[in-house]
C-alpha cells in the first residue's frame, strides 16, 4: 500500500468511526493499560488514543508500540496525544494536538506522510480555525464538566449544533460524556463521541463499550469525506 492510500484508508476509518476512547495513564493509575486497550477494542472503539500526561515520550514507545499492536487487531486507528515524534516513531495512525501544542504545520514535519492530527478546540472559532489549518478531525469540549479536566468550563450542547452546522471535517464530542447523557448528546446533533473516565471506570470496560457503541450506532460512510472509490491515480485527497 502506498502512502496516498494509506492515507485515504486512514480518512476513510476516521470518517466511519463513531467511538473514541482515551487509554488515560492518569485515570488508570496502577490498571494495566493494555489489558483496558484489549477490553476497549473488543467492545468496540473505532479510535484508540494513547495519552500520558505526566510521563517523558522516550519512557513511552514500548507502550505504544503495543498499543498499536492492539488497535491493529482490532481495527481501530491508533493515535497519541501531545507528542508526533513519538506517533511517528511508533507508526501510529496520527497525534492528536491541544491548543497550546504545535501547529497543524510544525506537527506535519515530524510525522510521516499519511498520519492524521486532530485538534481539541473548545469554541466554534476555535474549530474553524483548526479545519482551516488542515486538522484531519476536531474534538469540541468539553461538553460536560469532567474529571479529567476539573478546570475546564463547559461549553455545553450549543456548541454541538453550532459546529454541525459549519464544519465539513469529522468531530468528536468530549468531555464527561457517559451513558446516561448520551441521549443528549446524540439529540444535539453529535455523530461522534469521545469517552474517558465512563469507559476506565466501568466495572466491565468491554460490555459498556458495546453498549455504548450499540447506542450510537453501525459504522458507515458518514457525509462528506473520503468516497468508497478510493483515490483515483495521480490524485491527492487532503
Not at 508500540?65 to 497519541?80: E, H, N, P, Q
Not at 497550546?100 to 515530524?110: K, P, Y
Not at 486538522?135 to 468539553?142: E, K, L
Not at 471535517?169 to 453529535?190: S, T, Y
Request: charged letters at 25%; hydrophobic letters at 40%; proline letters at 5%.
Amino acid at each position: 500500500m502506498n502512502v496516498e492510500e494509506r492515507r485515504w484508508l486512514r480518512k476513510l476509518r476516521l470518517r466511519q468511526s463513531r467511538l473514541y476512547g482515551i487509554v488515560d495513564l492518569g485515570t488508570l493509575g496502577a490498571n494495566d493499560p493494555v489489558k483496558a486497550a484489549e477490553r476497549m477494542v473488543a467492545g468496540g472503539v473505532d479510535v484508540l488514543q494513547l495519552r500520558a500526561k505526566g510521563h517523558e515520550p522516550e519512557s513511552l514507545e514500548r507502550l505504544a508500540r503495543s498499543l498499536r499492536g492492539v488497535a491493529d487487531s482490532g481495527g481501530a486507528l491508533f493515535l497519541i496525544n501531545d507528542w508526533p515524534l513519538l506517533a511517528a516513531r511508533c507508526d501510529a495512525d496520527g497525534v492528536h494536538l491541544g491548543q497550546e501544542d504545535l501547529s497543524t504545520v510544525e506537527a506535519r514535519t515530524i510525522l510521516a506522510d499519511g498520519q492524521l492530527i486532530g485538534r481539541s478546540t473548545h469554541s466554534l472559532g476555535q474549530a474553524l480555525a483548526a479545519e482551516r489549518e488542515g486538522a484531519d478531525y476536531i474534538a469540541i469540549g468539553p461538553i460536560f464538566a469532567t474529571p479529567t479536566k476539573p478546570e475546564a468550563d463547559p461549553v455545553g450542547l450549543s456548541l454541538i449544533r453550532e459546529v454541525r452546522e459549519r464544519l465539513r471535517k469529522p468531530f468528536f464530542c468530549i468531555g464527561g460524556i457517559r451513558m446516561e447523557n448520551l441521549p443528549e448528546v446524540l439529540d444535539a446533533g453529535a455523530e461522534r463521541v469521545v469517552m474517558v473516565s465512563a469507559i476506565l471506570h466501568a466495572e466491565d470496560i468491554e460490555a459498556y463499550c458495546r453498549e455504548v457503541a450499540a447506542r450510537l450506532g453501525p459504522r458507515s460512510l458518514l457525509a462528506g469525506g473520503p468516497t468508497t472509490q478510493g483515490p483515483r491515480a495521480g490524485h491527492s485527497r487532503e
